[in-house]
């Protein structure tokens, strides 16, 4: 580990990607409302956002209760103390990233706006260049062949 308390260096806490593209789809929408469907969100789309929107905030909680567990970082700008590779970490490397895209998408239904689907290309990418990529090298550095052999074995995302 590097044990300067600065992790990977993530600028800001990466909720904020989220935060900020919804709002920016929320000053979008009010200026040009753009709906997934026309008539309303039907029964259908709220379950199936409610849904996501449920197992988004569960693998989200999922995440950081298997974090506290460890004694590890949960902030991105500080060390981690142990590579975890148990709980949904078993699945995938970044279950709290998934499970907040699956809130993004969720929230998106159940409001029946369709700008922050369009938004979340660019959500992704910035997580994935401005987050993912600096908390792997990180962690490559950190944990060397651990981490190297947990790649090999966990997807980044499902």
């Known amino acids: 580990m590097s044990g300067d308390g600065r992790g990977p260096g ?15 789809a929320w000053g979008l929408h009010t200026r040009l409302p753009f709906e997934i469907a026309g008539g309303g969100a039907g029964v259908l789309q709220r379950a199936g956002g409610s849904l996501l929107l449920a197992a988004g905030l569960g693998a989200v909680a999922a ?37 907040l895209t699956w809130v993004y998408v969720g929230l998106s239904a159940v409001t029946n706006w369709a700008w922050p689907l369009l938004l979340l290309p660019v959500v992704l990418i910035v997580l994935t260049t401005v987050v993912i990529q600096r908390e792997e090298r990180y962690l490559h ?17 499902l």
């Open 10 to 24: 993530v600028p800001f806490p990466p909720p904020f990607i989220f935060a900020g593209a919804w709002l920016i």
């Open 141 to 157: 550095s950190a944990f060397g062949l651990d981490y190297r052999d947990y790649c090999r074995h966990v997807r980044r995302w």
């Open 63 to 99: 995440g950081l209760i298997t974090f506290r567990r460890h004694r590890t970082a949960v902030i991105p700008h500080r060390d981690a103390s142990t590579l975890v590779r148990s709980g949904p970490y078993r699945f995938t490397r970044n279950p709290m990233y998934l499970g």
